[in-house]
């Protein structure tokens, strides 16, 4: 099979698009034709060596961990699928494996394909929409009538956070850049902040549940802007947050929780519900082939993407 690879953790350079084995698979997994991937901040965090402790250094790895595609295969204890199923899954193998034309998972990590959405928009969704919907579902116990701040409201994480909160009937509050103001209004927001120039911690506003995607604003700095009993929540696993996520367990109060996502079908079922209810849907904002993996890579690492980054593997 092609797979987009590489040899070596480094910049984006290093990709390779080589030949691989088919990967075989065990009894509760399942073998799947890979349609379309997408790239997430993780993929090309890992590409340069920022987790090599965790992932290893047995050359070639395969990156991705979004997909959507076709069963090829299932497990002698599989009885979920069959052969010819359209699902859309995020991988739960710790390097990934989805910038290739085969990939291997577990059954229960997959969930039938939204009917609503293609191949290319299904792959947009998984880890995403995963994030943010444990996070805010799991993480911030989020009820109707919450007032919700998104912190990156315009990116992959933060523009499916926005609709899954609104989605929960709560009020939403999205910070993003001037220039995105109206697409995240468009996503349903109930308020937009430009980060350029307001900086929402010095707001007098108070939220229930403030998600912090960017990255660029501790607990301690949103503590002001918190309901007594409000959460902050942020998806960088960076030693200082799980410390302020402990100790602040033991405290009545506020609360810090960092997001580390699951690979999960049934919360993939939750998301398809809100799919076809056509109250969630991915943003794309570039399509790639499998070949422009690195220049996928360099548009993310920019950090200024609107909605996700798609590569398809079958054209």
Not at 57 to 66: A, E, I, K, R
Not at 133 to 139: E, K, Y
Not at 251 to 262: D, F, I, N, Q
Request: charged residues 20%.
């Amino acid at each position: 099979m092609k797979a987009a690879a590489i040899n070596q953790y480094g910049g984006a350079e290093v990709f390779q698009l080589i030949d691989l084995p088919t990967p075989s698979i065990k009894t509760h997994e399942i073998l799947v034709k890979v349609h379309a991937t997408s790239v997430n901040p993780i993929d090309w965090k890992t590409r340069q060596g920022m987790l090599q402790l965790l992932t290893g250094y047995h050359f070639p790895l395969v990156l991705g961990f979004d997909i959507s595609g076709e069963v090829v295969e299932v497990g002698t204890a599989v009885t979920r699928f069959q052969p010819g199923d359209e699902i859309y899954a995020c991988l739960d193998n710790l390097t990934g494996g989805a910038y290739a034309e085969y990939a291997v998972l577990s059954a229960k990590a997959a969930c039938p394909k939204p009917e609503k959405l293609c191949y290319k928009e299904a792959a947009a969704v998984p880890l995403a929409g995963l994030t943010a919907l444990q996070a805010l579902r799991d993480h911030g116990k989020i009820k109707p009538g919450y007032s919700v701040l998104i912190n990156g409201a315009s990116g992959g994480v933060g523009s499916l956070a926005v609709q899954i909160a609104k989605a929960f009937e709560t009020q939403v509050t999205g910070v993003c850049s001037g220039k995105n103001k109206e697409f995240v209004e468009n996503l349903g927001a109930d308020r937009v902040i430009d980060y350029t120039q307001q900086d929402f911690t010095k707001d007098t506003a108070k939220y229930d549940i403030i998600f912090d995607v960017v990255g660029n604003k501790s607990f301690w700095s949103c503590q002001n802007c918190l309901q007594p009993n409000g959460v902050y929540i942020t998806t960088h696993p960076y030693p200082v947050n799980f410390l302020e996520s402990f100790f602040t367990a033991f405290l009545p109060g506020k609360k810090a929780k960092v997001v580390v996502m699951k690979s999960n079908g049934l919360d993939l079922k939750s998301l398809e519900e809100l799919i076809d209810a056509q109250k969630l849907r991915p943003v794309i904002a570039q399509t790639y082939p499998l070949s422009a993996v690195a220049q996928a890579h360099q548009e993310s690492e920019k950090g200024h993407v609107v909605g996700k980054l798609v590569i398809m593997v079958v054209s």
